[in-house]
Antibody
Framework: EVQLAEFGGGLVQPGGSLRLSCVAS????????MSWVRQAPGKGLEWVAN????????YSVDSVKGRFTISRDNAKNSLYLQMSSLRAEDTAVYYC???????????????????WGKGTTVTVSS | EIVLTQSPGTLSLSPGERATLYCRAS???????LVWYQQKPGQAPRLLIY???NRATGIPDRFSGSGSGTDFILTISRLEPEDSAVYYC??????????FGQGTKLEIK
């Protein structure tokens, strides 16, 4: 069964750091882009970051640039999100998701998040 | 940066009716980059539609997507109580970066 499981959430003080992990199973992890998406309490979904199959390409939303780093270890089937300088507004459920990038023709690709973990909760508060 | 605006914010319909959910983009992009998700309370989002109109594996044919350019639609026909959820559109027009709309809450009376 294809699965993603996030770990590492918790309570952290403003300005602190936390590292989230996501362990993949049931598919060839190294063949897929991966993403982090978060959801603040009672709010909508917010894309956080993507990384290419080899970890060489990393992209993130402006609000976390310079503070969050996405990385992966394909040997361990694991995706990470290193978070630093945390703020109250980073409080959210953080989801790990598999990003499919599939040719849609000769010039374009389909992009979509087809497998999601259950999420891990990060609370930034003093 | 492409901004997605979903409407209406909340939709309340009865079983058997048809729901029409809208997603409008601040600038045009190719339809292969538009995705729809369903999220029920306490659950992770679930992929419904990719490429604006392609149903994901296991999604009933009551769910259909259409649109192009800046205007996209998710239609749910023959509503069932289990369709109560929040529905999000997502764009990859800035691929590989992306963004979500703010969501439409669908209530089945």
């Amino acid at each position: 069964e294809v699965q993603l499981a996030e770990f590492g959430g918790g309570l952290v003080q403003p300005g602190g750091s936390l590292r989230l992990s996501c362990v993949a199973s049931g598919f060839t992890f190294s063949s897929h882009w991966m993403s982090w998406v978060r959801q603040a309490p009672g709010k909508g979904l917010e894309w956080v970051a993507n990384t290419k199959q080899d970890g060489g390409g990393k992209y993130s939303v402006d609000s976390v640039k310079g503070r969050f780093t996405i990385s992966r270890d394909n040997a361990k089937n694991s995706l990470y999100l290193q978070m630093s300088s945390l703020r109250a507004e980073d409080t959210a459920v953080y989801y790990c998701a598999r990003l499919q990038v599939v040719p849609a023709g000769t010039a374009y690709n389909y992009y979509y998040l087809d497998v999601w973990g259950k999420g891990t909760t990060v609370t930034v508060s003093s | 940066e492409i901004v997605l605006t979903q409407s209406p914010g909340t939709l309340s319909l009865s079983p058997g009716e048809r729901a029409t959910l809208y997603c409008r983009a601040s600038q045009s992009f190719y339809s292969s980059y538009l995705v729809w998700y369903q999220q029920k309370p306490g659950q992770a989002p679930r992929l419904l539609i990719y490429g604006a109109s392609n149903r994901a594996t296991g999604i009933p044919d009551r769910f259909s997507g259409s649109g192009s350019g800046t205007d996209f639609i998710l239609t749910i026909s023959r509503l069932e109580p289990e369709d109560s959820a929040v529905y999000y559109c997502q764009q990859f027009g800035d691929s590989p970066m992306c963004s979500f709309g703010q969501g439409t809450k669908l209530e089945i009376k």
